[in-house]
């Protein structure tokens, strides 16, 4: 047992410095507030991981996925939020894309 | 493979499958979670080993879950996991959104009950274990105390109309009411029975024919641009035997706190059990007269998350049960029977939707176990992922 919790801790230590989300730092000044809301928002009832890793693209589909989020009890996502929501994940979206577009063969 | 768990495997492709043709858009969102935890529990004796107090060793907690956003008021959740009851459904229901303000929801579902049921899942909840009040098996001495007040999650079948009011960009009210098959027990009416209330075995079909009805308010302000408050108020009552005599009572207030990315909460359930008192030689009291044939079982606990990076949470947490009432002959509780836990915590992102948790906890119990032991002590080490 402590061999386990020692091997665990040492990979913690050792991967200390991974994030749920984004480091803003690397976003245009204009995105760091919108994700600002987002990270804010999202992470209250789950991991910041369920949307980025989501792999949605779409931003109507994005539109159906927050308005469903927003509706969600005690989810602080007023309409002033929602935009600033969905203008992120636009944004994140489109640099995803961009990034499948370079790795793709 | 559990035929039941095959059924619920293809209705869940199904109905992806079904919405996934006519939705020109594919809007649905396959979600997962794992969490493997190993609970250590340092107290083995020869006579009481510790794997007979709580669940000593390793843990799963899976679960897949398919949204579908049929329309802008349509959209349809099934979720099957498998933790504490083996393979379970506890999610398969249409959500029909007329307005923010009314929804209808139909199918199997947990009803809104409480602050903590929405993060049940472990990959959303940053603690190795639930509040006591929710607890369903990671508590020392489970058996003697049958769990908490509401284990969560607690899916059922029925109907839940909720709803949400934004009074500008400021305060959000949300309500639910809800008529669902409730919880179940046996002929002998003792307490709930949460392995039958959630057993496959009668399709899913109420053992008394008699819904629960319950209902949730709270309000969400948001107190500058980082903060917000929420509080709340639920309660459920209903029967539980087959001859639908006996009822219970679940009443739980809650205040959450947000700073940033720091929680702190609070929250408090009681249930008032009835039991049969047909028989008053399996107790080990008198019974009164009038009024005794009822227990009271309260849970609370308070809670912070304190964000130390971008990828380090420190966790702590007090939680307790007290039980007043009755009890069995046998049982080594007593009229009045207290526990109280102190848990610290970190969890520890190592990649995006990976994280590690780590806690120790202290067990204070009123009433002496194994040896005259009033105090446990435990250790849990887990990962979770989700994605």
Redesign the interface.
């Given at each position: 047992m402590r061999l386990l919790s020692a091997a665990v801790l040492a990979l913690a230590a050792g991967c200390a410095g991974a994030s749920e989300g984004m480091e803003p730092t690397h976003m245009p000044s204009e995105a760091q507030e919108d994700y600002a809301v987002f990270a804010r928002r999202c992470s209250k009832c789950h991991s910041l991981a369920r949307p980025l890793q989501s792999g949605i693209e779409s931003d109507e589909w994005w539109q159906h996925y927050v308005a469903r989020m927003r509706a969600m009890p005690g989810s602080g996502i007023s309409a002033d939020d929602e935009v600033k929501i969905l203008r992120f994940l636009h944004y994140y979206s489109a640099e995803q894309h961009k990034r499948h577009a370079k790795e793709a063969p | 493979m559990n035929a039941r768990w095959l059924v619920a495997t293809i209705v869940a492709g199904g109905l992806a499958g079904l919405f996934g043709r006519r939705a020109a858009?594919v809007?649905r969102?396959l979600?997962g979670s794992a969490q493997f935890d190993?609970h250590?529990v340092p107290n083995s004796s020869s006579t009481l080993p510790a794997r007979q107090v709580p669940l000593d060793g390793f843990t799963t907690e899976a679960a897949l879950k398919v949204?579908v956003?049929v329309s802008?008021k349509l959209?349809a959740n099934v979720k099957v996991c498998f933790g504490c009851h083996g393979f379970e459904l506890p999610m398969a229901y249409f959500?029909y959104?007329v307005a923010?303000e009314l929804?209808f929801r139909i199918g199997r579902f947990s009803p809104?009950f409480g602050?903590f049921n929405?993060?049940h899942?472990p990959?959303?909840h940053k603690f190795s274990s639930k509040p006591l009040p929710y607890d369903m098996g990671r508590m020392l001495r489970m058996r003697e105390w049958n769990l908490g007040v509401l284990p969560s999650p607690f899916p059922d079948s029925g109907l839940e109309i909720?709803?949400?009011h934004?009074f500008g960009?400021?305060a959000?009210l949300?309500y639910?009411i809800y008529a669902v098959n409730g919880f179940r027990g046996d002929a002998s009416g003792q307490d709930l029975d949460f392995q039958q209330s959630r057993s496959r075995d009668a399709y899913y079909v109420d053992n008394n024919g008699r819904p629960t009805l319950g209902a949730?308010l709270?309000l969400?302000v948001?107190a500058g641009e980082?903060a917000?408050v929420?509080f709340?108020a639920s309660g459920m009552h209903g029967t539980f035997d087959p001859e639908n005599k006996l009822t219970y009572t679940i009443v739980g207030a809650d205040l959450?706190f947000?700073f940033?990315?720091t929680?702190v909460r609070f929250e408090w359930l009681a249930r008032r059990q009835e039991f049969d008192a047909s028989d008053p030689s399996i107790f080990r009291y008198a019974l009164p007269s009038t009024g005794g044939d009822f227990f009271v079982k309260h849970g609370g606990y308070a809670e912070i998350e304190q964000p130390l990076?971008?990828?380090?949470d420190l966790l702590f947490r007090v939680d307790g049960l007290y039980r007043k009432g009755n009890v069995f002959a046998a049982s080594p509780l007593r009229r009045q029977s207290a526990v109280t836990r102190f848990t610290l915590g970190t969890a520890?992102?190592?990649?995006?939707?990976?994280?590690?948790k780590?806690s120790g906890e202290y067990w204070d119990f009123s009433d002496p176990g194994e040896g005259g032991r009033h105090s446990d002590l435990g250790?849990h080490?887990g990962?979770v992922g989700?994605?």
């Open positions: - | 858009a809007e969102n979600a190993y250590f949204a956003d802008s959209s959500d959104r923010d929804n809104s602050n929405l993060r899942d990959a959303n909720n709803g949400t934004w960009l400021k959000q949300d639910a949730r709270s969400t948001k980082k917000d929420s709340g959450a947000r940033d990315r929680n990076s971008s990828s380090v520890i992102v190592l990649e995006r939707g990976y994280r590690v780590v250790l080490v990962l989700t994605f």
